[in-house]
């Protein structure tokens, strides 16, 4: 099983719609769990941390289950600028660095 | 301003030389990072550095060299032994403090060999 999976997509979406991504991962014993963004031909950049409680930022929710292993990404009310690949990350097993997803492809359609 | 900066942001060498990239941080963060990035791909480790005058390799540091002589810069030696340079590559650093954070990134330098 890979460490961290998500669904490559893309998902087209118009505007306004709400969108979920999911991403599970393989290592129970992680601790940290981020979303990043990255734009096309960019770098990634943070989008928002997931916490055990679940977090919410203006449009984004994040949430966590650890039970299942799975990290979640819900994004209401899409705009145009959403349009990106949204990378699901997590800690590695022991002393390592974080694991990237490959990211999943949204593309928010006028 | 605090932040990561690589260069160039692009880059062309001919087969068979080696190539440095650069990369700089002001951030005063622990570790670096260096990643590689294939068209339509996900970003894979190339090497890392949690602490000065050492390193680690990750999944693909075959072809690749980097020094860590102090702690803002992170360069990364492209070797001729390197099958399949072109790529995009990415630095990143992050805080130790608690274990692994997030990491923050440089805006890339593009490789291509002619």
């Known amino acids: 099983r890979k460490e961290v999976e998500q669904d490559p997509g893309p998902f087209n979406v118009p505007e306004g719609a709400t969108v979920a991504f999911n991403c599970t991962y393989s290592?129970?014993?992680?601790?940290?769990f981020f979303w990043y963004r990255q734009d096309c031909r960019k770098e990634p950049k943070l989008l928002m941390s997931?916490?055990?409680s679940g977090n919410e930022d203006g449009r984004f929710t994040a949430q966590l289950n650890r039970a299942s292993q799975y990290i979640s990404l819900l994004i209401r009310d899409s705009k145009l600028s959403d349009s990106a690949t949204y990378l699901c990350?997590?800690?590695?097993?022991?002393?390592?660095?974080?694991?990237f997803g490959k990211g999943t492809r949204l593309s928010v359609i006028a | 301003d605090g932040g990561i900066t690589q260069s160039p942001k692009y880059l062309f060498r001919k087969e068979g030389q080696n190539v440095t990239l650069s990369c700089e941080q002001n951030l005063n963060h622990d570790a670096m990072y260096w990643y590689r990035q294939d068209p339509g791909q996900g970003l894979r480790l190339i090497y890392y550095s949690q602490i000065v005058n050492d390193f680690q390799k990750g999944d693909i540091a075959e072809g690749y060299s980097v020094s860590r002589e102090k702690k803002e810069s992170f360069p990364l030696t492209v070797t001729s032994a390197q099958k399949n340079p072109t790529a995009f590559y990415l630095c990143a650093s992050s805080s130790l403090a608690g274990g692994y954070n997030e990491q923050f990134f440089g805006p890339g330098t593009r490789l291509t060999v002619l």
């Open positions: 990350v997590v800690n590695g097993a022991g002393n390592t660095p974080l694991v």
């Open positions: 997931v916490y055990s």
């Open positions: 290592n129970s014993a992680s601790q940290s």
